[in-house]
């Protein structure tokens, strides 16, 4: 499925394409309503029969959502958006971070015992050492070769930054040779607390212990639709439409 992201009126302005580098529907259908109005259809790993998966080997949110929207764009050829999330707890000096979906290894299976791990290893962390945040980056690429041609306010930036990072494929360099061009990246975060139990069936992850104090209720007990406008990810995607929009409009 291919998912069109500007009125029907401009449908015919622009053809390019935008990878999403994800084979998740529930956050393609996010992405297709944060990405409003940009000039480009939307497409995703699913979409296009990618099954490869990348290793995220790197060390930071940043590092991650590069090398991710690296070799994704090197493999379709297409601009690429990737993204990579995760919960920042004060009081365990920022951990799960990058290893938020991972934490625990192979000791939990689930979301929920990841949960459970986090919340045992806050169990003696008072209320007001509690603080937490949900981050997210993201990083989009242009690959060499890529149809879209670089306009000028892009043409001074340089090729090689941020670093490439071992693993995947080879540095995840085009046929040419060449590595992708980084085009923007943008970081979003939400900022809360742990709850002491999980409160709320909405949400997914760490989303029923993230308290947020001002709503008086957790990321799970939110509705979708306030969720969606102060997500980590939505913050993220607000500051990555105009780089987007620049980028056809000066081509």
């Known amino acids: ?80 958006l990737a993204d990579d999330s995760g919960l920042e707890v004060d009081a365990l000096s920022g951990e799960p971070g990058v290893r938020s979906a991972r934490y625990g290894g192979d000791t939990c299976d689930s979301d929920e015992d990841r949960v459970e791990l986090l919340l045992k290893n806050m169990k003696d962390v008072p209320r007001e050492e509690r603080g937490a945040r949900f981050r997210c980056v993201i990083a989009i690429v242009l690959p060499e070769g890529a149809k879209i041609p670089l306009p000028p306010s892009f043409a001074k930036r340089g090729r090689s930054s941020p670093p490439l990072i071992k693993g995947g494929q080879e540095g995840f360099r085009s046929p040419a040779g060449e ?30 212990v993230f ?36 980028l056809t409009a000066e081509s």
């Open 211 to 246: 308290y947020l104090p001002s709503y008086d209720k957790t990321m799970a007990q939110l509705p979708l639709e306030v969720k969606n406008k102060i997500s980590h990810r939505a913050n993220a995607a607000q500051k990555a439409v105009e780089p987007l929009k620049k």
């Open 179 to 208: 590595p992708p061009t980084l085009i923007a990246q943008a970081e979003g975060y939400v900022a809360g607390m742990i709850q002491y139990e999980p409160q709320g069936d909405d949400g997914f992850g760490y989303d029923p």
């Open 1 to 80: 499925m291919i998912w069109p992201n500007w009125p029907g009126r401009e449908r015919s302005r622009v053809a390019t394409q935008l990878l999403i580098a994800t084979g998740n529907p529930g956050k393609m259908r996010e992405y297709a309503g944060l990405l409003q109005r940009i000039p480009f259809e939307l497409v995703s790993l699913r979409d296009l029969g990618i099954t490869h998966e990348v290793e995220e080997t790197g060390r930071t949110f940043e590092e991650n959502a590069w090398l991710k929207a690296s070799e994704y764009a090197a493999i379709s050829g297409l601009l690429t």
